[in-house]
């Protein structure tokens, strides 16, 4: 069941993931576009997956071409052991012929008994030395992987482990920048209510906020629900 997957091919699903860098598109979709090449490169596979994972192992993002994978790897994640989890710790590719026998994985092994899952392979995604996480694929019969499979998930998982290194350094400052506007536009609104209560009762800028907290939790409402509605000029409720 080998097959090397050719070139062009390759170029291609990294060009896809490249073109998701460049318009700023998240981590997720660039995992989804990486698992769904997997599975189609790979023969006889049922399921492929790419699993991202923080410096205590804990799963950061995942994605996966079909439920059978979410299970398996949700499993993975709550028993603390599996291939996936083996290759991120060994940082190396980790072939399982049958999972159902393999004794590496006891607890997780028979919890996948009653899934179509028989053979995996898994590669770690290293990128500037520091392992990111890994890919899988997963067959429905045993043996259904070998040596060169591993070695083609390897050809996956160098280039797109930059990548998607790259990716996510992109939408640290992305999402760090969303909290800070919306941080500042709520201290706007609260200043702004503040400045209306001044106004309308006379109030110093500290009375003002102390009046404007109260009047919120009396409503139940949150502090820039309130606020917003106080400075729209609709009644609020508690006043």
């Known amino acids: 069941m080998d097959q090397k997957l050719p070139l062009d091919e390759l170029s291609s699903v990294i060009a896809r993931i490249e073109g998701l860098l460049l318009t700023e598109e998240k981590v997720d979709s660039a995992v989804q576009v ?4 997997i599975k189609d490169a790979v023969p006889g596979t049922i399921g492929a997956g790419v699993s991202l994972l923080d410096s205590r192992g804990h799963r950061t993002s995942n994605g996966f071409t079909d439920r059978v994978v979410k299970q398996a790897d949700a499993l993975q994640y709550e028993l603390g052991q599996g291939p996936c989890l083996s290759a991120w710790a060994a940082e190396d590719t980790v072939i399982v012929d049958d999972a159902h026998t393999d004794p590496r994985w006891p607890l997780w092994g028979s919890a996948v008994a009653g899934l179509p ?4 392979v898994s590669s770690p995604l290293i990128a500037d030395k520091e392992c990111l996480g890994a890919l899988k694929v997963y067959a429905a019969v045993p043996a259904a992987y070998s040596e060169s499979t591993g070695r083609l998930l390897e ?7 930059t990548l998607l290194s790259h990716v996510q350094a992109s939408e640290v400052p992305r999402r760090i920048s969303e909290t800070l506007q919306s941080s500042l536009h709520s201290r706007d609104l609260i200043n702004r209510a503040c400045g209306v209560l001044m106004e309308r009762h006379g109030l110093g800028n500290e009375e003002a906020l102390q009046a404007l907290m109260l009047q919120a939790r009396k409503a139940g409402t949150p502090l820039r629900q309130f606020s917003f509605t106080l400075v729209a000029g609709t009644p609020a ?3």
Do not use: C, H, K, N
């Open 34 to 37: 990486l698992a769904r090449a």
């Open 117 to 120: 899952i028989r053979s995996v």
């Open 155 to 161: 050809m996956f998982a160098a280039p797109a482990a």
């Open 237 to 239: 409720t508690g006043q």
